[in-house]
């Protein structure tokens, strides 16, 4: 049974945090962020206290609390569930807890309130907020659980996220459920929590001018997201997309006349892209200073909203004749270690082969394999270029993520997609679809280059994807082909490249419309004018172009 006493309101907060050390203390509307939190929290009348450490690092953040009037508790460092527990002590198992944390400053009493009262008529034992599922902003967040299930958890668990995070113990062993209140609105990809100084610098504007940031509502504050320098444009996508990282290393694409994407414009590209919400970023080995460029990008706080997918050293014939035994297994894992020390990292989320005859060395595939024992990676992935090689990578269990060449133009799949998704039904299987654009030449109105690389029909395909994108309504031909590849039901992100802002935004507004209907996608699959196969894959372009 749920209490009818109103609850008790405890927020988190440490100055030792790893990627904004002392943000704690950061100024938003002339208050630490920290007494912020509280004061918003405290501002329809809730018991507030703020829970830091006996550790010295935090003495400050007491001084600041003492100062504007806000309770506080200080206990472990480390075992964050134990500080909770301890600071309960005196309560009754019945009282309700809210769970806030520093960086979260646009929960207010209002938003609590209506929590409570949502909890207070469900029948379960913990209620969270989630961007997706609450409708709301990352960052307009809150628990509510009770006494009781904070000391179940604390007697019960050693497993140390549970201790991190408090919760998890009581969503695994609990009843949960979501808030969604009737009241705040906003972009549920829209980011108000702050975990870097771009987070900060962005959050804070949000209160600029107001008079009374303690008691602001959350729909005013929300209202202000376009003073934001990193917000999203779009609305979230059904499948989100992956950036393209070779234009941040190296000349790349038919129709690219800038060369190389400078590192500041680079950096710029890829924050915003994650912004909007794409998933990951991917880059090879072999891609100039790609890996290093990326690796700026992500310094500060951004490497923990995105996954980056990299690929092993192209090996040549020559290099693969002339080594064997453990020096196949060396040139893998120094390949891993390269990309390692380019991207800053001790682990990758997915390692790709960057060529799918690369499995007919056994050496190759086991390295890979025992990288991912030692958790070093997460996924094997590879790129294929062709359906005989995709049939040929499906016999092996352990790949997860396979990156394929795709485009509005390109039947040779048709065969593979049941295959792909009886696959599914009996693994873990990610398919990425890149070239999408076929290099920009879909875009391209310059007859000579569609004529560069075989391709004999140029005008007529040139007409066609004009007319087709004009009827279907899309925005321009490349909507038309991105949003042909996207909305594939076999296929599950875009990877495009971008050489510049206006680029990216255009193709995250593609990424984000509507997914085609089946109707769409079989008239543009039916229509479609025919090209030879040879040239619907950029790699069999290299003797034309």
Not at 444 to 459: A, C, Q, R, T, Y
Request: proline fraction near 3%.
């Amino acid at each position: 049974m749920n209490s009818n006493a109103r609850g008790i309101v405890l927020i988190q907060s440490r100055l030792s945090s790893s990627r904004l050390p002392g943000k704690a203390l950061l100024p938003i509307g002339d208050l630490p962020m920290v007494v912020l939190a509280a004061k918003r929290a405290a501002n329809t009348g809730l018991d507030v206290r703020v829970l830091t450490s006996v550790d010295p690092s935090d003495d400050a953040i007491c001084e600041h609390l003492k100062k504007h009037g806000v309770g506080y508790y200080r206990g472990s460092l480390d075992n964050v569930l134990k500080r909770f527990n301890d600071a309960l002590e005196s309560y009754d198992d019945i009282t309700k807890v809210f769970r806030l944390t520093a960086d979260n400053v646009l929960p207010d009493g209002a938003m609590l309130d209506e929590m409570e009262a949502v909890f207070d008529n469900l029948n379960v034992d913990i209620l969270g907020c989630d961007s997706v599922k609450s409708f709301m902003p990352y960052g307009v967040s809150a628990e509510l659980t009770t006494v009781s299930w904070i000391r179940n958890a604390f007697k019960n668990t050693k497993d140390a996220y549970d201790i991190e995070h408090v919760t998890p113990y009581i969503y695994r062993h609990g009843v949960g459920s979501y808030f969604s209140s009737k009241i705040i609105r906003g972009p549920q990809n829209l980011r108000v929590t702050i975990d870097s100084l771009d987070d900060y610098l962005s959050v804070r504007t949000l209160f600029d001018g107001s008079k009374n940031p303690c008691n602001e509502s959350i729909n005013s504050l929300i209202n202000n997201f376009l003073r934001m320098k990193y917000r999203p444009h779009y609305k979230p996508a059904s499948k989100k997309m992956t950036l393209g990282g070779v234009q941040f290393g190296i000349d790349y694409g038919i129709t690219n006349d800038g060369g190389i994407v400078s590192e500041n414009e680079s950096i710029s590209i890829i924050r915003k892209a994650i912004t909007e919400g794409i998933e990951y970023i991917d880059t090879a080995a072999a891609y100039g200073s790609s890996e290093q460029v990326i690796s700026k990008a992500l310094k500060g706080g951004w490497s923990n909203r995105v996954k980056v997918i990299t690929k092993l050293f192209p090996f040549s014939d020559e290099e693969l004749k002339e080594n064997h035994g453990a020096c196949l297994s060396r040139m893998v894992r120094n390949s891993f270690l390269q990309s390692c020390v380019n991207l800053r990292v001790d682990h990758l989320d997915t390692l790709m082969l960057h060529r799918a005859e690369h499995l007919n060395y056994p050496l190759i595939y086991s390295e890979l394999r025992k990288l991912k024992e030692e958790e070093l990676i997460k996924h094997i992935g590879v790129s294929v270029q062709s359906p005989q090689e995709l049939s040929f990578v499906l016999q092996y269990k352990d790949i997860s993520l396979i990156q394929l060449p795709y485009n509005i133009l390109d039947y040779r799949w048709e065969k593979m997609v049941g295959v792909i998704k009886q696959e599914r039904e009996q693994r873990d299987l990610t398919i990425h679809a890149r070239s999408s654009m076929l290099q920009g030449l879909l875009c391209s109105d310059d007859l000579n280059k569609w004529l560069k690389v075989g391709i004999e029909n140029p005008s007529a395909i040139v007409s066609w994807l004009k007319e087709k994108y004009m009827q279907h309504d899309k925005l321009s031909v490349s909507d038309l082909c991105i949003g042909y590849v996207n909305s594939q039901d076999w296929i599950d992100s875009v990877v495009i490249g971008v050489d510049n802002e206006k680029n990216l935004l255009s193709n995250l507004q593609s990424i984000s419309m509507p997914l085609m209907s089946n109707e769409v996608i079989t008239d543009l699959s039916a229509s479609r004018p025919r090209i030879n196969v040879s040239t619907l894959d950029p790699a069999n372009w290299k003797s034309n172009v």
